[in-house]
């Protein structure tokens, strides 16, 4: 529903703004969207977590509990601004904020932000690789959020403002698979 | 029939043999009476041979009515009996000669009915025989359609579990050797090959730029 869709769009405008202006008094924009990003990577992957906090059986004050004792290293502003979401059951809104932090954050910082997914730690001279052929392309400086994840296998995946380029060994086996799964047995199909 | 008229015309002139025998020899009629007296007499010869008109008269005038008296009463009697017996005789052969007709025509009616009787049997065997085959080859045509559609059936059921044996097989052997393809390649590949990797990627990726 289109009304929704604003209050919601308004609610994560709210929560990106708070979180925003909090990263602005720490000179953090950028550092705290990564961090963003490692607890939107880490709700999305653990169902049982995202469930838990989402329950609304369970205490709000116990929901942030538990997520106050899984994050418990992030930033205090992230982790505060988290636990507001939790405790106004607005967990699922995350993603939405997410987006709504990383438009506000690269207008702040006049940048492209471009979400890398690797198995193994990036190095200088990747990451240079990286920017520089994104910047070319984009013609901005471009800002990376990278995120080790072993379950890619290996290769890279690269997403931003919901474009995504997918160039990891899980999707080539993907693929792979499926071209196994349907190719034809000597012309009998 | 001609036996029966002569026996007649034979039957009607027995008493008239008979009169003209006694007129002719009347000494055998009187031959008993005749002897007695020429025995008495001692004498014999030509009297012996000669009727004596006193009793020759009378038994002619005697054999005469007694003639007169059967032909008017007797005889018609005995001629009609006779007629009728040969009338009922005619008939009876006329009847049994006509029975025998009948009987031969029964018989040849009986004999061509006994043929048309086989030959309608004959045709009826042959007509079942017929009718007999056109159900066995329906029922063998039936058959043999059920048989083959029961066959095209089966085959059809047999490669559609053929296909569907091959695809889950295809699939499983895809899904183990990407299993094992992906632990090779995670457990084989140093930093510096995932480096490598992700350089190679990196240098086919397509753009990032939405416009």
């Known amino acids: 529903m289109p009304t929704d869709r604003i209050v919601i769009k308004k609610e994560s405008a709210i929560y990106a703004e708070a979180l925003l202006e909090a990263a602005r008094q720490q000179d953090a924009i950028f550092a705290l969207s990564g961090q963003l990003e490692t607890v939107l990577h880490a709700v999305r992957g653990s169902i049982d977590l995202r469930a838990t906090l989402a329950d609304r059986t369970i205490p709000a004050q116990t929901r942030s509990g538990i997520l106050r004792e899984v994050f418990a290293s992030l930033d205090p502003s992230l982790l505060a601004v988290l636990t507001v979401l939790v405790e106004r059951d607005d967990i699922a809104l995350l993603s939405r904020v997410n987006d709504a932090y990383v438009q506000r954050a690269e207008e702040a910082l006049d940048a492209v932000i471009i979400d890398v997914v690797t198995v193994i730690e990036l190095d200088d001279e990747l990451r240079e690789k990286i920017i520089a052929k994104y910047s070319a392309q984009l013609g901005r400086q471009v800002l990376l959020r990278e995120q080790v994840d072993p379950s890619i296998v290996g290769g890279i995946v690269l997403s931003t403002h919901g474009r995504r380029i997918d160039a990891s060994v899980v999707s080539q086996l993907e693929n792979a698979r499926t071209v196994l799964s349907t190719v034809s047995n000597g012309g009998e199909r | ?211």
């Open chain 2, 1 to 211: 029939m001609k036996v029966f008229e002569a026996a007649k015309k034979k039957l009607a002139l027995v008493p008239l043999a008979a009169g003209a025998a006694l007129v002719a020899f009347p000494s055998l009629a009187f031959a008993d009476e005749g002897a007695q007296p020429e025995a008495a007499q001692g004498g014999g010869g030509v009297e012996l041979l000669v009727p004596n008109p006193l009793e020759f008269v009378p038994m002619l005038i005697g054999f005469i009515l007694l003639w007169i008296i059967l032909a008017k009463f007797a005889w018609p009697v005995i001629t009609d009996m006779l007629d009728k017996r040969v009338t009922t005789i005619r008939d009876s052969l006329e009847k049994a000669e006509s029975a025998k007709i009948e009987s031969e025509r029964l018989l040849e009616e009986h004999k061509t009915q006994l043929e048309d009787a086989k030959k309608q049997a004959a045709q009826i065997v042959a007509d079942a025989k017929a009718a007999g085959e056109a159900v066995k080859a329906d029922i063998v045509a039936a058959a043999q359609v059920e048989a083959q559609a029961a066959i095209s059936k089966a085959t059809a059921a047999i490669e559609a579990e053929k296909k569907a044996a091959i695809a889950q097989l295809q699939s499983s052997v895809a899904d183990l050797s990407v299993s094992v393809a992906g632990r090779l390649i995670g457990q084989d590949l140093s930093d510096a090959d995932h480096r490598r990797v992700i350089e190679r990627y990196l240098a086919e990726a397509g753009s990032l730029n939405a416009n």
